[in-house]
C-alpha cells in the first residue's frame, strides 16, 4: 500500500488511485444495531466487536470479541476480519476488501452502510451522522445457518438457503463415522422456517428422539444424525446448530 496524492493502492486484487483524502461514517440500518446513530470514523483504525475495549461496540453471539478493523490508508479504506464468525461485505465473507461507498457491511446479527466522503464534504458527514439513509435504498439482512462446536472454538456461517450434512467430502458439514451415511441429512430455509430432512440414510435423522423424514426446527430441538448430538437455538432470523460436547457418544 502507500499514501499521498495519486498513490496507487493494491489491495485483495483490487486497484485503486487516490487523489484526495476521504472521510468514512457508519449508518447502522438492520439487525441488533437498528436504530442507533450514525458516526463518522476519525481515526486511523477502528476495532469493532463486543468486546469493552472496542471503538464499536456490537451485540450478538455470533460477534466476536475483537470481530474485524477498518484502517485508513491515505484515500482508501480496508476491512480485515479478524472472527472465527465471519465479516460479511455485500453478503460475501471477507479477509481483507477495500470498502466502497454504500458497501454492506455484516457483523454477526447487524448491518452497517458504509458511506464514503471528500474529506471537505463536512455538511454531508453531519448529516449523515444525525439522519437516517434516504428511502431509495434497501438493506437486507440475510438470515444464515450457524454452525458451533463441531471443531474447537470455530463458528461457521452459511448463507446458503441448504447445507447438507455427511460422510462425503462434497457435504457442507463433514462427519467421518461409519454411523454417518454419505448423504446423510440436510437443514433448508423455507418459507421464513427452518427444516431438517434426513436423505435415506441408513441410521436415520431424529428429531427430538422421533426419527423423521422431515421436521421443521423450533428453538430449543435436539436432533441426532448417527451419535452426533446437535442443539438448535433461534436467534433473530439465524439458526444456530450447536453440536453438544461429548458427542459422538461412544
Known amino acids: 500500500m502507500g499514501g499521498g496524492d495519486g498513490t496507487v ?34 481515526g486511523k483504525s477502528t476495532i469493532i466487536g463486543r468486546g ?11 460477534v466476536s470479541r475483537r470481530h474485524c478493523t477498518i484502517t485508513q490508508w491515505g484515500g482508501i ?17 471477507i479477509s481483507e476488501v477495500t470498502l466502497a461507498d454504500n458497501d454492506q457491511l455484516r457483523v454477526g446479527q447487524n448491518l452497517m452502510v458504509i458511506n464514503i466522503f471528500p474529506g471537505n464534504a463536512t455538511s454531508a458527514l453531519h448529516s449523515q451522522e444525525t439522519t437516517p439513509l434516504g428511502s431509495g435504498f434497501v438493506f ?7 454452525v458451533k462446536g463441531l471443531e474447537d472454538a470455530t463458528t461457521q456461517p452459511f448463507s446458503e438457503e441448504r447445507i447438507t ?10 462427519l467421518d463415522a461409519e454411523n454417518i451415511s ?13 427444516y431438517i430432512m434426513d436423505l435415506g440414510s441408513a441410521n436415520g435423522t431424529y428429531h427430538n428422539n422421533q426419527r423423521v423424514d422431515v421436521a421443521q426446527l ?10 452426533y448430538v446437535l442443539q438448535i437455538t433461534m436467534r433473530d432470523q439465524d439458526c444456530i446448530v450447536s453440536f453438544v460436547p461429548g458427542t459422538p457418544a461412544t
Open 182 to 194: 454419505r448423504e446423510h441429512a440436510a437443514i433448508e430455509r423455507r418459507d421464513g422456517g427452518y
Open 165 to 174: 450434512i455427511g460422510r462425503r467430502t462434497e457435504n457442507h458439514l463433514v
Open 77 to 93: 479504506y480496508v476491512v480485515q476480519d479478524s472472527s472465527r464468525n465471519g465479516t460479511f461485505v455485500n453478503d460475501e465473507r
Open 140 to 146: 437486507e439482512l440475510r438470515p444464515h445457518i450457524v
Open 9 to 42: 493502492f493494491m489491495t485483495s486484487g483490487r486497484r485503486t488511485v487516490s487523489k484526495t483524502t476521504n472521510r468514512l461514517s457508519i449508518s447502522f440500518v438492520g439487525g441488533n444495531c437498528t436504530g442507533r446513530t450514525g458516526l463518522v470514523i476519525d
Open 218 to 227: 423450533q428453538h430449543g430441538d435436539r436432533v441426532r444424525i448417527g451419535s
Open 52 to 62: 469493552e475495549d472496542c471503538d464499536i461496540i456490537l451485540d450478538g453471539e455470533t
